[in-house]
């Protein structure tokens, strides 16, 4: 089991930015960003594998969120920028294992807690 603890979150205004960060306990071969606002589904946000050159992206925060990983610090960041009101939802930090589409959750064992970001229009 992998324990995740995510923080960064908070409140801005859109077209603001925000820099989430996750500490893992151990090394992980896949770690994902997932996010669920009130009412809706878990959703992929982005993901990266060992070595941090393989990512991908949802399409609704292509070109706008960057997912990065330090191994050495068993640490996972998601950079958000041009922020929108519907990015505002509980952020989680998901821990995955080899196999199965990255965007579902049901491919990921460990889970953080979840930090909320709320944008503001």
């Known amino acids: 089991q992998v324990q995740l603890q995510e923080s960064g979150g908070g409140s801005v205004q859109a077209g603001g930015s925000l820099r989430l960060s996750c500490t893992a306990s151990?090394?992980?071969?896949?770690m994902g960003w997932f996010r669920q606002a009130p009412g809706k589904e878990r959703e992929g946000v982005a993901v990266?594998?060992?070595?941090?050159?393989?990512?991908y992206y949802s399409d609704s925060v292509k070109g706008r969120f960057t997912i990065s990983r330090d191994d050495a610090k068993k640490s996972l960041y998601l950079q958000m920028n041009s922020l929108k009101p519907e990015d505002s939802a509980m952020y989680y930090c998901?821990?995955?294992?080899?196999?199965?589409?990255?965007?579902?959750?049901?491919?990921?064992?460990?889970w953080g807690q979840g930090t909320q970001v709320t944008v503001s229009s």
């Open positions: 998901a821990a995955g294992r080899p196999g199965g589409g990255w965007s579902d959750a049901l491919n990921y064992d460990d």
């Open positions: 151990r090394y992980t071969y896949r």
């Open positions: 990266i594998y060992t070595g941090g050159v393989i990512t």
